[in-house]
């Protein structure tokens, strides 16, 4: 992991400078770590239950660049629990300081999603285990949910750190995105398992509702922003219909009517829903065949939690894409690794296809592999590309691409009054607030 996504990672010591664990930087000038961490910082037992007065805590953040040490005090708290109780209370061991010091702006962690990662989904994170009070990394695969609440995670080999006392209190982070998945609580008791467990984004919202963005402004929702995404179910569902009938469907429309959050926000939880489906997202570029591979690198290698082992992921892609028909040949491949029988290919934002690659002859071996891997109308794979309305005309210079995708379009238009309040009302339920009647029509 590069060392700007670090930079948000706190290292926490007691009064006589010993590293206790980690937290990270919350936006707005707050830390969160380990209830247990703040504990042990104060002289306190581990497991103590009450509420510390008055509380205060030394930290810096070793991989920004910043040396100074600052301070925060206590303002959130869930103690520690038994894990026997965390069926009834799994909101707990968090603690969140406000940042007191003035400090230029820090580097604040991105809160990734509500919803739990996936097995197998990739992840590093940064402690402080003994003798490397500098930090190190660990990097592993989420193995699952168990019945407290706890995500179990292991590591993805048997080489390098893996979590261990002292990573107590550090966020998570996807490998792909580098937003935070959660915040590591625990490694396991037995030594040589390489295993630890990690509170879920969603169990952080719950205990610090104002991490949440329910409201994205001029930013797309993605399929981890599926909790808080409304307005869209009837063009959600048009889409799933269009996708049985057709194997090449275009989401047309102006920019900025939410091409993208439609269908990454609402299409593609739908379909993990359902079942039997895998979804391989990228964005056409320079050179698309490789975007194509790196959107396909999650599918054929869902334990490569490295950069070297993604790199050598991409490049297996990218030679299964490189001739024709590669992607038709891929398919039995990509499904067997992901565990599904169908395979959508969306390749978001494709008018890049045509703005970033301007010469056709560039522009035509990639189209012609991903025309053959969607030619059978009954066969395993679709495609669903997000296209700006006015770079259509453009798009339809391609006869080819132009026949593919008869009957195959469907336009995005503004979201009518009910979506709009759905829209508006909708995300702010999740978080347990309620609009004062005529607000929502007042906004939209």
């Not at 869930?78 to 406000?98: F, K, Q, R």
């Not at 920019?255 to 739908?270: F, I, Q, T, Y």
Request: glycine fraction near 10%; charge should be negative.
């Amino acid at each position: 992991m590069a060392r700007h996504q670090a930079a948000c990672v706190a290292r926490i010591r007691d009064r006589q400078g010993r590293i206790c664990g980690a937290a990270f930087v919350l936006p707005d000038g707050f830390l969160m770590t380990c209830a247990h961490v703040v504990n042990t910082a104060l002289g306190r037992s581990q497991d103590a239950l009450d509420k510390p007065v008055d509380a205060e805590i030394e930290f810096d953040l070793p991989f920004s660049g910043r040396a100074a040490t600052l301070r925060a005090r206590l303002r959130e708290w869930h103690p520690p629990l038994p894990y026997a109780d965390l069926v009834a209370s799994p909101v707990c061991d968090i603690a969140v300081l406000e940042i007191i010091d003035a400090a230029p702006a820090l580097p604040a962690a991105r809160m990734q999603e509500a919803r739990v990662p996936g097995t197998g989904r990739a992840f590093h994170a940064w402690g402080f285990p003994d003798g490397y009070e500098n930090g190190t990394p660990a990097h592993g695969v989420f193995s699952g949910l168990d019945g407290g609440g706890w995500l179990s995670v292991h590591a993805s080999d048997g080489h390098g750190w893996f979590i261990e006392p002292g990573f107590s209190g550090a966020p998570v982070f996807d490998l792909v995105t580098t937003g935070v998945l959660g915040m590591v609580v625990a490694c396991a008791p037995e030594p040589g398992r390489r295993a630890a467990f990690v509170l879920p984004t969603k169990t952080l919202l719950s205990a610090w509702p104002r991490l949440a963005r329910p409201y994205k402004g001029l930013d797309s929702f993605g399929e981890d922003d599926e909790a808080f995404f409304f307005g869209r179910d009837a063009a959600v569902e048009q889409i799933r219909e269009k996708i049985e009938m057709r194997p090449r469907v275009a989401v047309l429309g102006p920019s900025g009517a939410g091409k993208s959050s439609v269908v990454l926000a609402g299409l593609l939880p739908r379909l993990r829903t359902e079942g039997g489906w895998a979804a391989a997202t990228f964005r056409p570029g320079q050179d698309s065949i490789a975007e194509l591979a790196g959107g396909l690198v999650p599918l054929l290698a869902p334990d490569a939690a490295t950069p070297l082992h993604r790199l050598e992921a991409k490049k297996r892609a990218a030679d299964l894409l490189g001739h024709l028909p590669g992607l038709t040949d891929a398919v039995h491949e990509i499904l067997t690794a992901a565990g599904a029988n169908r395979l959508l290919l969306v390749a978001d934002q494709f008018e890049q296809f045509i703005t970033l690659c301007p010469r056709r002859e560039d522009r035509q071996p990639f189209l012609d592999l991903l025309l053959a891997a969607t030619s059978d109308p009954h066969g395993p794979v679709r495609c669903v590309l997000t296209l700006r309305a006015d770079f259509l005309g453009k798009v339809l210079e391609h006869r080819d691409l132009a026949d593919a995708l008869q009957d195959g379009m469907i336009n995005l238009g503004p979201m009518n009054d009910a979506e709009l309040t759905d829209a508006i009302e909708r995300p702010a339920g999740r978080l347990g607030v309620n609009f004062e009647p005529g607000v929502a029509e007042t906004i939209r």
